[in-house]
């Protein structure tokens, strides 16, 4: 009888010890696969996206362009700043683009 108590806790204190690593496992090995998406990654909403076209448009410097051109980013950013950015087509959207590309000598 002496000689059971001793061997009885420690055998729970051991089931006890292997239970605890197996769990520090398991959260070790969750944690290891979890993909955790980056900030500001390749994905946005569509307000982001929207948003960072009107600044990079509003930015343009007009003063450099041809006059046609001028008139016409004029016209675009106005129709901008009254009905907002889903009224453009991908064709107005293609030229407000090309318009704020660097340009050699600028």
Known sequence: MEIVLPTLLLLIAGGVGI?????????RRIAARRRVEAPNSHSSS???RQQEDRER?????VQHLH???????ERLLGILDA???GVLSS?????LDNMKLPRPGT
């Open 46 to 48: 569509l307000g982001v």
């Open 91 to 95: 064709k107005e959207r293609l030229f």
């Open 19 to 27: 239970r605890l690593w197996l769990l520090r496992w398991r959260d």
């Open 83 to 85: 009905d907002g950015l």
């Open 67 to 73: 006059p046609i051109n001028k008139e016409e980013v």
């Open 57 to 61: 448009w509003g930015s343009i410097d």
